[in-house]
């Protein structure tokens, strides 16, 4: 048996959680789109096309923000197209993802979604073929409230209000050799801080977001950074990450290590921003903008591979299966967003709907919870507050994560793997603190003590674990429940101390009452 101390204080905080660190993102991408959140005709599809049965699952996982149309697809991607009567709309080819793009659904009708499902829209603009002006003339069919051609051209179209976007990203992993007209950092930079500028112009009260490098096994990492912040700096509030965690090596403890790779990510992408501002003397700090990251690796396909499939409409691809071994992964990845709050301001769980998402959907049938929508929905649901500083003592163990998805094959020692990772979130309005707590001992419990400090009338309201012998298990169609969370049983409380008993390899919510 294992055990791990944790102290904590409230006033003792890493950060207030962002309403945006729990955030999605939608891509035009096999069915993410079509045959996931849209699909006229089927049994429960509303009178725009939108499934409802999708849209109840996402109210359940509650992401609070999504990002739209990409990804890949947007540096490709004319928004005109997707805008107007749907029958004089373009079908096109598209080169992300080697598939035909029906555009039969758009920004208003993405608009129409997110309001539906009481989500902030997110936009990515094209700065890959496109430019600077094709940007600023999206912010004005978007946002103008009306008296010009843009913006009566939105209204003509059939929505009169502005959609008052204010969350925007410009561009896409432009470093990416797989990316429609890849830059140079600095190619990218002087068109994102010309994009910026005008974007800017027409609506000041919007926030961008500057292309970061497409991961940290990037040979631009770094360099890419400083020399797009030293661009753009004055102009934006954030910088993107991306990362994707992997199995590739079959070894499961290395694989739950890995969101350890994420903190140290974080705090370089961090390191590097605030270099930025330094050397300008600038009180002005940048925030991150997470807006891909997941558990992804087994439907990774080549652009050969793609060619071979003569360009389907909406094909089933990157349609990975999640295990019980993901979820667990795919947990400890939200608490190292949550220690991080002070900085990661927005994320996006990429993606939403089948294509590497928490919800899974047969065309024409059911829909259903992968593994990983569970940790999602207790992070989002759960994770609303101040992020405590946690005193963590914990066993340890030694673990080599392999990421063979850069320029080279790299590996990763990560000498001090704490057997418990954790986050704590504190609730002053609400009166709550909610632990989350990942085992990642495969084959000890763990006798988990927290002393919660100056807290008063500590009482437990609700406890979960996800637990199962079988690290391999998923769900699907046939049987969607066999893996979702259970009642944790036997957490205590007394005075200041709480204690519970973590299975091995499980990840865990407590949530208590807690006032200060």
């Not at 890493?14 to 996931?36: M, N, Q, S, W």
């Not at 694989?255 to 501002?277: Q, R």
């Not at 850069?406 to 990763?412: K, P």
Request: glycine letters at 6%; charged letters at 20%; one cysteine or more.
């Amino acid at each position: 048996m294992l055990t791990a101390n944790v102290v904590l204080h409230p006033d003792f905080t890493i950060g207030k959680t962002d309403p945006r660190l729990f955030g999605a993102f939608a891509e035009h991408l096999g069915r993410c789109v079509y045959g996931g959140m849209f699909e006229p005709g089927h049994p429960k599809a509303d009178a725009k096309g939108f499934r409802l049965d999708v849209l109840e699952l996402v109210r359940e996982l509650a992401p609070t923000i999504l990002r739209y149309p990409g990804g890949n697809f947007v540096s490709g991607y004319n928004w005109e197209d997707g805008v107007g009567p749907v029958g004089d709309r373009p079908r096109r080819l598209d080169l992300a993802w080697m598939s035909t793009e029906t555009n039969a659904f758009g920004t208003n009708e993405f608009i129409d979604w997110c309001r539906l499902a009481n989500i902030e829209p997110m936009l990515a603009v094209n700065l890959g073929t496109r430019d600077a002006d094709a940007a600023r003339n999206l912010v004005e069919y978007c946002n103008h409230p009306g008296g010009t051609h843009l913006s009566d051209l939105r209204k003509a179209h059939g929505w009169s209000k502005p959609h008052a976007v204010k969350f925007w990203c410009l561009g896409n992993e432009m470093d990416g050799p797989w990316q429609m007209e890849a830059k140079t950092a600095t190619e990218y930079a002087r068109k994102a801080v010309e994009a910026a500028k005008m974007m800017k112009w027409i609506d000041p009260t919007i926030e961008l977001a500057a292309c970061g490098s497409s991961g940290r096994t990037m040979p631009t990492f770094g360099t890419w950074e400083q020399t797009v912040l030293d661009h753009c700096f004055d102009h934006v509030e954030y910088i993107s990450l991306h990362t994707y965690l992997n199995n590739w090596a079959g070894d499961t403890a290395a694989f739950l290590a890995s969101p350890d790779l994420m903190d140290s990510f974080i705090d370089e992408v961090v390191a590097i921003a605030d270099a930025v501002s330094a050397r300008r003397r600038s009180s002005k700090r940048i925030m991150l903008s997470f807006d891909e990251w997941n558990v992804w690796y087994r439907t990774r396909r080549s652009r050969t591979d793609r060619v071979k499939e003569n360009w389907p409409v909406a094909p089933e691809i990157l349609e990975e299966v999640y295990s019980m071994e993901d979820a667990l992964t795919f947990g400890g990845a939200c608490v190292s967003l949550l220690n991080h709050a002070d900085r990661v301001k927005a994320a996006c769980l990429a993606q939403l709907v089948n294509a590497i998402a928490p919800i899974m959907t047969e065309t024409g049938g059911p829909a259903w919870r992968q593994t990983i929508f569970y940790p999602f929905a207790h992070f989002s649901n759960f994770g609303r507050g101040h992020v405590l500083k946690a005193k963590i003592d914990s066993p340890t163990y030694s673990a080599t994560y392999y990421d063979p998805r850069g320029a080279e094959e790299l590996t990763y020692p990560i000498p001090a793997v704490p057997t418990l990772k954790l986050a704590a979130v504190h609730d002053p309005e609400a009166k709550s603190l909610t632990l989350f707590a990942l085992n990642r001992s495969l084959d000890s419990e763990m006798t988990l003590k927290v002393t919660a400090k100056d807290f008063s009338a500590l009482s437990v309201t609700e406890c979960l674990e996800m637990h199962d012998g079988d690290l391999k298990a998923a769900n699907t169609k046939a049987n969607p429940n066999r893996i979702r969370p259970k009642p944790l049983q036997g957490v205590t409380v007394k005075s200041q101390q709480v204690t519970a008993t973590l299975a091995p390899a499980s990840w865990n919510v407590i949530r208590l009452g807690a006032t200060k």
